[in-house]
């Protein structure tokens, strides 16, 4: 059995998205989320994060997702921590590639907000 699922490190850079996401992760899901706009900020926030799951954008100016997966890895606090991309980009190729970084699964865009949390739940709980 995995440890509980708490605390989301979450990296979005479109506004919106990163928003209504939040929004239906805590109300929802009743989840912690550390939301940030950029791999930077994400990078920045890991250390004191404290994060169950790392969950990232694929497409994101400057450093995308799994850029930013790659300095997370070297960064003590979430070297482990499993993650999850999110993108519309999910053809058989692109998210065997996203698994090959170590995601857990690849949860595509445009997501259901009432579907989020009982969906990354199912991910979490299939890691056992």
Known sequence: MPPSLCRILFVEDEPDIRAVAQMAL??????AVIACASGQEALSAAPHAR?????????????DGPSTLKALRELPAT?????????AK?????VALYKGLGALEVIAKPFDPMELSA???RIWAAQA
């Open 26 to 31: 805590e109300a929802v899901g009743g989840f």
């Open 51 to 63: 994060a169950d799951l790392l969950l990232l954008d694929v497409m994101m100016p400057g450093m």
């Open 79 to 87: 070297a482990n921590t499993p993650v999850i991309f999110m993108t």
């Open 90 to 94: 999910v053809q058989a190729a692109e």
């Open 119 to 121: 969906q990354i739940r």
